[in-house]
């Protein structure tokens, strides 16, 4: 599986952090919606298209929250 993007609504601390990540794997998509950072709860979404998963971050990024969009690190191949 392969993460394409990163979004952090810039807060920290386990009640206020929140992240959302799309990742790929093969003809899949996947959105996951984090809060709690890295030991917090998770939901994820699975689409048949890059389109529809983008639809969803853009559903999941709207709010009051300032989002930065952070750059994923290269796989290790």
């Not at 890295?38 to 709010?63: K, N, P, Q």
């Amino acid at each position: 599986m392969e993460q394409r993007k990163h979004w952090w609504n810039g807060k920290w601390g386990r009640i206020a952090r929140k992240d959302v990540y799309l990742r790929t794997n093969g003809d899949q998509w996947y959105v996951e919606q984090r809060a709690g950072g890295s030991e917090g709860t998770s939901h994820f979404f699975e689409y048949d298209s890059e389109d529809a998963a983008i639809d969803m971050v853009r559903a999941l990024l709207a709010g009051p929250d300032e989002w930065r969009e952070l750059s994923v690190r290269p796989s290790a191949r």
